[in-house]
């Protein structure tokens, strides 16, 4: 299974570390893609990462904000979040796929593993 961590409240312009573990499985062998889905609106891929972090993907809006990285040693994948905007807000899921596509986009077929969500609130 797939555990994110990190979520809370921060004001704008802020920080946060969300955390993507892996339970049952090697993370290494797997793609990972971090989602957010705001309050009314649909889900949206943010960002993602091949097997080996040789392909990294960001979305234009928060290009420059928001970094992915893997930890092996952990069996966890990260997303550093700075400079958070209030529309940032929502609930964060992360996917894996041993597919970067698949993790990527996280449509049909979806990817093998989702994790729960956890709650980013940006808001002074």
């Known amino acids: 299974q797939l555990v994110e961590s990190g979520g809370g409240l921060v004001q704008p312009g802020g920080s946060l570390r969300l955390s993507c573990a892996a339970s049952g499985f090697n993370l290494d062998d797997y793609a990972i893609g971090w989602f957010r889905q705001a309050p009314g609106k649909e889900r949206e891929e943010l960002s993602c990462i091949s097997k080996g972090d040789s392909n990294v993907h960001y979305i234009d809006s928060v290009k420059g904000r928001f970094a992915i990285s893997r930890d092996s040693a952990k069996n966890t994948v990260y997303l550093q979040m700075d400079s958070l905007k209030p529309e940032d807000t929502g609930v964060y899921y992360c996917?894996?796929?041993?597919?970067?596509?698949?993790?990527?986009?996280?449509?049909?077929?979806?990817?093998?593993?989702w994790g729960q969500g956890t709650q980013v609130t940006v808001s002074s």
């Open positions: 996917a894996a796929d041993p597919s970067f596509a698949v993790a990527c986009v996280a449509g049909n077929p979806p990817p093998d593993y």
